[in-house]
């Protein structure tokens, strides 16, 4: 039976860089087999398993690669959120459950469970087991024991990742650019949710993204979020978007209306580069109770509302990019979202990607994107709709691009 009061102390107690080994070596006290811990990469492609310390042996906790995220059980259980099943031959049962933190998704952690009495049917990665009544709750109960490890394991890590790289080189496929790593570094995260919106966000090409970014921040009245493109190219870009992201974070943080964080991160640019180069940037604020939108649009991201069976582009007035020219005044636009409405913002990295052919990607087939990924959560919106732009221009990516969704419930959710 997993106690969760022991698995807690270990990991709490745990040197930063050996959570896997200590959930492992804590739950195998407790008769659970073949724990595993795999992280997503970057591209949202594939889970990588966490190889073991040097100093635990030879023996890893997952001797296998990673597995795609789009065709596993833990791929499965990471983008469902729902614990998947495998019947083992041994009579056991292998549950892979989510490892998320307040809606962002790290993972996954798996691990081989024993409810006596439970039946011998093979569920495949199905979402439920369906046995005699005493084995399945007992086994229901070891479940939700082994989710509130998962939960715990992802806050445990996003702690510990100030102090050692263990999680971020376990989550590389390949090698970052020094850009991306900019870039990386610079985000909040890739997915949240609170009862009010479900937010997601992606990067591409994720491995050697340059100006694009996004931010978020929420209160307990509204959300803020930016999506911001630095001109240029590499490092200077990430540079650039990353001196803009901080200013609008600096002036938020200072209780600054959404129009002044515009103009203080103008202001910022504009004095390092005297309008040599600039960012595009979108900001936007929820308010919670009464689903106003407030904008400040100086860029090329695009607003595109889905309500109902309806898709179209929320148009504002567009305003000067910032740190184009010196202490640019930015005035303020409102718009509605309503409980349900579901809200897709693209650069034009995405919207403007060309094809072989000269074609761009464009409204028609943004909007066919947007329907498509319809039945998708908001968390893995942008990844589908940047999969489509990547399949539509059909070579290597000549500009980055960021989408970013947010599936609008309001106060009435709460």
């Known amino acids: 039976m997993i106690d969760y009061p022991t698995v807690e102390r270990a990991l709490r107690s745990a040197d930063p860089e050996a959570l896997p080994e200590a959930v492992r070596d804590t739950l195998l006290t407790m008769g659970v087999d073949g724990v595993e811990v795999h992280l997503a990469d970057y591209g949202l492609r594939v889970l990588s398993p966490v190889g073991a310390l040097e100093a635990a042996g030879p023996v890893p906790i997952h001797a296998g690669g990673p597995v795609p995220i789009h065709a596993s059980v833990e791929g499965k259980a990471f983008a469902t959120q729902q614990p998947q099943y495998q019947r083992r031959g041994d009579g056991s049962t292998s549950v892979t459950v989510p490892v998320t933190v307040r809606g962002d998704r790290h993972g996954t952690l798996t691990a081989c469970l024993r409810?006596?009495?439970?039946?011998?049917?093979?569920?495949?990665?199905?979402?439920?087991?369906d046995a005699a009544d005493g084995a399945a709750s007992s086994l229901r109960a070891e479940v939700e024991a082994l989710q509130?490890?998962?939960?715990?394991?992802?806050?445990?890590?996003?702690?510990?990742?100030?102090?050692?790289?263990?999680?971020?080189?376990?989550?590389?496929?390949?090698?970052?650019?020094?850009a991306a790593e900019t870039q990386w570094q610079l985000l909040p995260g890739r997915s949240s949710r609170r009862r009010e919106y479900a937010l997601g966000a992606q990067l591409e090409p994720a491995y050697a993204i340059r100006g694009d970014s996004y931010d978020w921040a929420a209160s307990s009245t509204d959300l803020t979020l930016a999506v911001v493109n630095g001109m240029g190219e590499g490092t200077s870009a990430a540079l650039l978007t990353s001196l803009a992201v901080n200013a609008l974070r600096n002036a938020r943080r200072a209780g600054l209306e959404l129009a002044d964080q515009a103009a203080l991160a103008d202001q910022a640019v504009y004095a390092q580069h005297q309008g040599d180069v600039y960012v595009s940037a979108l900001l936007l604020r929820f308010a919670y109770e009464t689903g106003q939108v407030t904008v400040v649009d100086a860029g090329s991201p695009q607003i595109w509302l889905r309500r109902g069976r309806s898709i179209e582009r929320v148009e504002v007035e567009p305003q000067l990019?910032?740190?184009?020219?010196?202490?640019?005044?930015?005035?303020?636009?409102?718009?509605?979202?309503?409980?349900?409405?579901?809200?897709?913002?693209?650069?034009?990295?995405?919207?403007?990607?060309?094809?072989?052919?000269?074609?761009?990607?464009?409204?028609?087939?943004?909007?066919?994107?947007?329907?498509?990924?319809?039945?998708?959560?908001?968390?893995?919106?942008?990844?589908?709709?940047?999969?489509?732009?990547?399949?539509?221009?059909?070579?290597?990516?000549?500009?980055?691009?960021?989408?970013?969704?947010?599936?609008?419930?309001?106060?009435?959710?709460?």
């Open 321 to 414: 990019p910032l740190g184009m020219f010196e202490e640019t005044a930015y005035v303020p636009q409102t718009f509605q979202v309503l409980p349900g409405d579901r809200l897709v913002v693209i650069s034009d990295g995405a919207h403007a990607a060309m094809s072989p052919g000269g074609e761009a990607y464009g409204t028609h087939a943004l909007q066919r994107g947007i329907i498509s990924s319809g039945l998708l959560p908001a968390e893995d919106v942008p990844t589908a709709i940047l999969r489509e732009v990547s399949s539509h221009r059909s070579v290597e990516a000549d500009d980055d691009a960021v989408v970013v969704c947010v599936d609008w419930y309001g106060a009435a959710a709460g």
């Open 148 to 178: 509130a490890v998962a939960r715990l394991l992802g806050h445990e890590i996003v702690v510990a990742e100030r102090d050692t790289d263990r999680y971020q080189q376990a989550r590389r496929a390949s090698r970052l650019t020094l």
């Open 115 to 129: 409810a006596d009495g439970s039946d011998g049917e093979d569920r495949g990665g199905s979402s439920g087991p």
